[in-house]
C-alpha cells in the first residue's frame, strides 16, 4: 500500500515574497516614479527616506549606506580607528561586526554574552578591558554591541563602561531597527548606530541597504563624504572613503515598506507571544527584558534536545537554524585576536543549544501552532 499520508506544505523560515505581494502596488508605484526621474545615485528619495527614519526614531541624523557592513566600516572609519586599536564586540554575531574592524586594521577583542539577553555582557567587557590595558598592546578605543536577534543590548551598563574607559559606543543594530531599550529606539542609544536593510533584515529592502544614526551634525556630514568617497561639495578628497551610498530603488522601496513596518513590528510581537506560550513549557523560550522590546529578527529557542527537535522540523518540512553555533573567535580569520576555545564560554554553550524557528510579518496563527506542536512532540519524546 503506498503511503498516502498528506505531505505538508513546506514553511518559509523568512516570508519577503508574501510582504512583497502584500505590498506590491505602491512598491511599483515608487518605482516607475525612480525610472521616469532617472537620478538612479542618491536621488530624492534617499534623502526623503533619511528622513522618514530619523522621524521614526525620533530625531538625530541618518545617512543611509550601500549595507550594514558599510556602515559599520563608515563608522569606524569616522572615529579614526585603525592600526594599534581595539574594539570590544561579542563573538555571538555575524561576521561583519568584527570584520569590520579587522578590515580598518584594528583589532577585535571578542567580548562574552549575556546568558539571557544573548548579548554583549558589560562585566565581561569591563574585564576585557582591564586585561587589553595591562598587556599594552592594542589602545582600547572603541564597543560595539550587537542587538542579536533583534534584542537591544544593555545599552545604560555597556554606556557607563564606555564612559568610565572613555571607549566610543558604536551599536550594531543590523537585526533591530524597530527595537526600544527604555524610551528610546535603536538608533539613538549609542553615540552611532549602524542598521542594516538586507531583505531578511525587519526593515527589509529588495537588495542590499544600511543605514547610520548618530545625534551629532558634524559625525553625520563626515558620515554622508566617506560613503562618496571622502569627496566634499566641492569635489576635493578630504578622507579616504568609499563607494557606501544606498541605491535610490532601494531607498523607493523602503519607503514603502517603511510605512508597513509598525504594522510589521505588531505582526512578529504577536508571533513572538504566540510562539511563547506554546513552548514555554518545553524550551526555553526568549527573555524579555522590561526595559527592552525586541524586533524580532529571529524568534529563537534554547534546549538540550535541539538536534532532536530540529530533526522533528526538518520531517515536517518546517525549516530551524542554528545560529554562531561556530562562534567568530573559533573562525579563521579571527585566529591571531583569540584565545581559542573554552575562553568564552557562555557564546559557546548558546552555540551548542540555540535553535531559531520561521519568524516573518506573514506568520500565521495555525502555522505557528503546527511549529510548536512538532517542538512540543520532540522534547517529549526525550522525556519518555
Ligand atoms: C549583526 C550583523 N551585523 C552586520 C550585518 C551586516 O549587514 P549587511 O548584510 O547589510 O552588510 C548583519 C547582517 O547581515 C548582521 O546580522
Redesign the pocket.
Known sequence: MPDTAPVPAPVPFVDIQGQTRRLRERIDARIRRVLDHGQFILGPEVRELEEALADYVGGGHVVTTG????A?LIALMAEGIGPGDAVFVPAF??V??AEAVAAVGAAPIFVDVDERTFTLDPADLARRVAAVRRAGVWRPRAVMP?D?FGMPADYAAIGAVAEAENLYLLA?A??SFGATFGNRRAGRLAAAT?T???PA?PLGAAG???ALFTEDAGRAAEFRRLRVHGLDAAGDCLSVGMTGRLDTLQAAILLVKLEAFPDDLERREAAARRYDAALAAHVEVPFRAADRTCAWALYTILSDRREAIRKALADARIPARSYYEKALHLHPAFARFSEGPGSLPVTERLGRRNLSLPMHSELDAATIDRIAAVVAAAVSAGRT
Open positions: 549595507s550594514g557592513h558599510d559599520i554575531t555575524f561583519s561586526t550587537v542579536i550594531d543590523a537585526q549602524a542594516s536593510f538586507f533584515k542590499d541597504g544600511g
